[in-house]
């Protein structure tokens, strides 16, 4: 959603607006602005890459399978009542 943002405003692209229009329709919680911004850095640098890359530190146990089914059930949910469901931050 936000590289659309991005692609469709061109280099006028506001990242603010985008995480409006995108709480507007999935709910308050559902993109804060911060991270919006922090997307439209990197599409500004020409970062496009949406794979997790390797990182150091403790692995995360998380079951992407029950978010997706959860995600598939209902659209509209919010990150926070999906982070309570799934019983993670």
Known sequence: ???FAFN??????KAAKA??????????DAMPERTAQWWFSRFKNKKF?????AR???PVG?????LNQ???ENLR????????QLTCD
Do not use: P, W
């Not at 995480?19 to 308050?28: H, K, M, T």
């Not at 998380?62 to 029950?66: G, T, V």
């Open 8 to 13: 469709l405003d061109g280099k006028d692209a």
């Open 19 to 28: 995480a409006r229009e995108i709480c507007a329709v999935y709910g308050e």
């Open 49 to 53: 890459n949406f794979k997790d890359v």
């Open 62 to 66: 998380f079951d992407e399978d029950r």
């Open 77 to 84: 949910q919010s990150t926070r009542e999906l982070a309570e």
């Open 1 to 3: 959603m936000l590289l």
């Open 70 to 72: 959860l995600l598939h």
């Open 56 to 58: 150091s530190g403790r």
